[in-house]
């Protein structure tokens, strides 16, 4: 692979990563345009582990508020306004463990799915984003009808339409579903615990920060998995061409990551399945 290559496919993991296309189907697809089979896994969670940088650097405030609030339960000194953080925490916790079994059991099938089957998947992830804009969108109509009628109100009367500013332990269940279900080249992990959390009534600016919270622990864990190739990957890449990517995938991640909580808090996460379905059609008939 050619550091040129590497740049390519950085800049790529770091748009698709955030945005919700699904940046392992767009490897994929690109990596076999490219003839290049034979790149390790671990390559891809190098790009991944360079965008997971982009993550904490863009919510380093709201990870740091989390670990001081553990760090008071733990000590026993937590207060009041702890509570919705402890929700949040113990809903990652869950989404991270139900991610991981489906992680697991999906591991060996992800390799050997076929360029159609990937393609197919953007259709699946662009009808998704429809859907959870559609319901989100009613939701908020609810919320803003309760909020008319009783400011004091809003959270206490309807759970699924409230929007509390907080993700409970049912709904982190559900969400990290979602998000292992992502781990299928062609569904978007973003899009998909997005549109979890949007489709189980979290509020619009707090599904988007959960959703790349949420995928902290997931990247992590698939590095740590896969460092048993890292001297095949050295050999067949060569570290220049990874430093490359790597930075890449940070710098347009970041970026990406910026523009994409700005489309989440608006509601218009229907826009990218206009880009999703002609590319899965083309790339069924294509391949």
Sequence with gaps: MSVFQSIFLGI?????????ISSSGHLAVAQRLFALEDVPL?????????TLGAVVLFFHKTIIR????????LTRKSREEDKSDLSMIVALLLGTFITGVI?????DIVPTIPEKIICGGFIVTALILILSDFVDSKNQKKREALGTQNDEKVVATDGAVAGAQTVKP?????????QGLGVLPG???????????????????????FS????I???????????????????????????????????????ALSVLMKIIKKGHLQWFALYLIPVGILGIIFF
């Design 42 to 50: 671990l390559f891809d969670i190098f790009l991944h582990l360079a």
């Design 170 to 178: 049912w709904q982190g269940l559900l969400i990290g579903f979602a």
């Design 103 to 107: 992680g697991i059991f999906f591991s």
């Design 66 to 73: 989390l670990f001081c609030v553990l760090g008071r339960w």
């Design 217 to 255: 622990p997931a990247i992590l864990g698939a590095f740590i998995l896969e460092l048993k190739d890292f001297g095949s990957m050295s050999s067949s890449i060569g570290v220049e061409a990874v430093i490359a990517g790597c930075v890449a995938a940070f710098l347009s991640g970041f970026f």
């Design 212 to 215: 790349f919270l949420l995928s």
């Design 12 to 20: 790529l993991q770091g748009i698709a990563e955030f945005l919700p």
């Design 187 to 209: 569904i978007s992990r973003s899009g998909s615990t997005i549109a979890g959390a949007l489709l189980c009534g979290v509020d619009r600016k707090i599904a988007g920060e």
